[in-house]
């Protein structure tokens, strides 16, 4: 990194933020692209674990932390800032908790929520991480997920392979009790102006009052507000 402010603790912080941008990486590939000593890079390194801007994968490698996520949706996300307008009239049509993820690694992230006024409903705070391993968003965002990330996450998935090609198909997916016992949700692609899914939108709630094939009842919405979501962006 070529800017210095004058604060050394700080510089050398974002010296080891822009390396792990790079791609994860352990201690000794962290050393090699900060120039830093061991311990001054360890240091920082769970220091900036600890406030979340970095996290761990599963081999103890370093990566950009979920914090920096919730950072750019506090500065003007523009799929968020659409979805200001479109989640509202979502959950005016169905009643029910909408959301809309972005797949982070092996987790989604959830950039934006509403719920009902009342009523027994699905709450999913805005940053909060859940597995790719369950649920209509995780297989809307798995489905067109790069092949590598689809066989990693399959491994341990509640779905097969088969029900991602159903999903691409059909052009959205639900789910029922697999993230969570008694809620039922629907999902579907969002679009960026190239047409690359970016994220997912979901619609999800008791599967008393959803059941448990909702997609029969919401999918057209659903994919409504999802093209609305692709027009704005």
């Known amino acids: ?3 210095h402010s004058g604060i050394g603790v700080l510089d050398k912080a974002v010296t080891v933020l822009h390396a792990v941008a790079e791609g994860p990486c352990g201690l000794a590939q962290l050393c ?3 120039g830093l000593p061991r311990a001054t890079a360890h240091r920082l390194a769970v220091g900036l674990e600890v406030h979340r801007l970095l996290a761990r994968d599963s081999d103890g490698s370093w990566r950009p932390g979920p914090a920096l996520s919730e950072l750019a949706v506090g500065a003007g996300d523009a799929l968020v800032a659409a979805a200001g307008s479109i989640l509202p009239r979502l959950r005016e049509i169905t009643g029910e908790s909408v959301q809309l993820y972005r797949r982070d690694g092996s987790s989604r992230v959830c950039v934006a929520a509403m719920e009902p006024p009342t009523g027994l409903r699905d709450t999913v705070l805005v940053g909060a991480r859940l597995p790719m391993t369950a649920g209509s968003g ?3 965002l798995l489905a067109w997920a790069d092949p590598q990330t689809q ?3 399959l491994a341990d ?3 097969s392979e088969r029900a991602l090609l159903d999903v691409r198909r059909r052009g959205w997916a639900q789910s029922a009790g697999e993230r969570e016992p008694g809620v039922a949700s629907v999902s579907a ?3 960026d102006r190239d047409g690359n899914v970016v994220a997912a939108i979901s619609v999800s709630g008791p599967i008393d009052r959803m059941g448990r094939r909702p997609g029969a009842r919401w999918a057209a919405d659903l994919l409504a507000a999802a093209d609305a979501l692709h027009k704005r962006l």
């Open 1 to 3: 990194m070529g800017q």
């Open 32 to 34: 090699d692209r900060t």
């Open 138 to 140: 995780a297989k809307v």
């Open 151 to 153: 066989r990693s996450v």
């Open 157 to 159: 998935a509640v779905f």
């Open 189 to 191: 692609p969002v679009r």
